[in-house]
């Protein structure tokens, strides 16, 4: 019976998997092998791996695969290294603690497609930009922000940061138990012992839904890069998803763009099922 209580529980999240993920996937496997173009699939022929080898031959697409790769592991490290120390730090009473919570999970509350507008003013590459207009102030010439290509790759990994290091540091916040540093400060143990016998062990469980949402909201990044730069300067800031939209939808090469889909799906499975293992063998040594 209980067993049965359980399936029936699973029930709802099962077809809403099967229905939203999984028939939606075994669709794109089958558009895949086709030079379907999205108006009449009867239309369509066998094409067998061609799409697939023409993946991995586009520089479009290889550049959208660099770029987003690069995104996802430079904001993953980046925000987990910044937001665990931030959270210890907001975590302590001081003046004005609250005020400070709640201004840098501030920064995650706008759409990511606005703020790339909002910066994509601040870092403009003109003079008129607002950070070259402040260096122009200390007699430093016009800094190419977005018209650079490694430059514009800064730019959309720092704001991506910026945005995000709130809202990680509040959901470390959640895993630190206050009531635990009190007896320890009793016991006698200071900051350090305290950091690597408490905070680091509680967090981890924190640290692996932290890190899971990071690797796969980086691996479909869109609206950022998109907002920011449009993909340039050429092709320096191009992400897959944005190959995926441009290749399958806006040049109707569904077929295409169903097996870059697939091949990147099948690789953010085996990212965040790597990222899952490293977590437990993590959790377990500290626990």
């Not at 665990?84 to 302590?92: E, G, S, T």
């Not at 790759?153 to 630190?176: D, E, R």
């Not at 796969?216 to 993909?231: F, I, N």
Request: proline residues 4%; glycine residues 8%; aromatic residues 14%.
């Amino acid at each position: 019976m209980e067993n049965f209580a359980s399936a029936r529980f699973l029930l709802p999240i099962m077809v809403v998997f099967i229905v939203v993920i999984l028939i939606p996937f075994l669709q794109s496997l089958v558009f895949s092998f086709t030079d379907y173009s999205g108006y009449n699939f009867a239309d369509a022929k066998f094409v067998g791996f061609a799409n697939y080898v023409q993946c991995f031959k586009d520089p479009t697409l290889l550049a959208g695969l660099g770029f987003t790769l690069l995104y996802t592991v430079a904001t993953t490290v980046l925000i987990t290294v910044i937001a665990l120390p931030l959270a210890v730090v907001l975590n302590r009473k001081f003046f004005g603690r609250n005020f400070a919570r709640s201004l840098f999970f501030f920064f995650s509350v706008p759409s990511m497609a606005v703020l790339g507008l909002v910066w994509q003013y601040i870092f403009s590459p003109l003079k008129s930009g607002v950070v070259n207009t402040l260096l122009a102030k200390i007699g430093i010439d016009a800094i190419p922000w977005l018209s650079n290509s490694e430059l514009a790759k800064f730019c959309v990994i720092f704001v991506a940061v910026w945005a995000q290091i709130g809202w990680h540091a509040t959901l470390y916040l959640q895993a630190i138990p206050a009531d635990i540093y009190e007896q320890a400060a009793v016991d006698g143990a200071n900051r350090r012992q305290q950091f690597f016998n408490i905070t680091l062990p509680q967090m981890v469980p924190a640290m692996g839904v932290s890190i899971f949402m990071l690797l796969t909201g980086g691996l479909k990044v869109y609206d950022l890069p998109y907002g920011l730069t449009s993909g340039g300067p050429g092709y320096s800031t191009y992400t897959v998803t944005q190959s995926i939209i441009l290749t399958g939808i806006g040049s109707s090469r569904y077929g295409l763009g169903s097996a870059l889909g697939v091949i990147f799906f099948i690789c953010c499975a085996l990212l965040v099922a790597l990222q899952q293992v490293i977590t437990n063998l993590v959790e377990k040594r500290l626990s």
